[in-house]
């Protein structure tokens, strides 16, 4: 059974910087492909980054590119979202998602994505 576990989010004011981590079960990090979502209320989930199963490969969103990096630590099994200059439309609850298909791509539709974490709260103040 594959388990995430985000933490790291909080309250910062806009143009400061958070780290979120999951941490993931067994060999999750080095075997599915990765990926970030959120989610702001009353509004759908969205992309944010992900990267592929092998590391070879990454997706931003538009509105992230430039300001957010995602990075993996395969000895602690872990994924990183370091987000700097953030803005008040980053306030949003934070998903980490693992994907069990190979692709050359990262996919950035939710639903293709086989297991989820419970998320965490980044709140970002004006």
């Known amino acids: 059974q594959v388990q995430l576990v985000e933490s790291g989010g909080g309250l910062v004011q806009a143009g400061g910087s958070l780290r979120l981590s999951c941490a993931t079960s067994?060999?999750?990090?080095?075997?599915?492909?990765m990926a970030w979502f959120r989610q702001a209320p009353g509004k759908e989930r969205e992309f944010v980054c992900g990267?592929?199963?092998?590391?070879?490969?990454?997706a931003y969103a538009d509105s992230v590119k430039g300001r957010f990096t995602i990075s993996r630590d395969k000895a602690k099994n872990t994924l990183y979202l370091q987000m700097n200059n953030l803005k008040p439309e980053d306030t949003a609850a934070y998903y980490c998602?693992?994907?069990?298909?190979?692709?050359?791509?990262?996919?950035?539709?939710?639903?293709?994505?086989?297991?989820w974490g419970q998320g965490t709260q980044v709140t970002v103040s004006s």
């Open positions: 990267v592929r199963s092998d590391g070879a490969g990454t």
């Open positions: 067994g060999r999750t990090i080095s075997t599915y492909a």
């Open positions: 998602a693992a994907d069990r298909g190979w692709f050359p791509v990262v996919r950035t539709a939710g639903a293709e994505y086989d297991y």
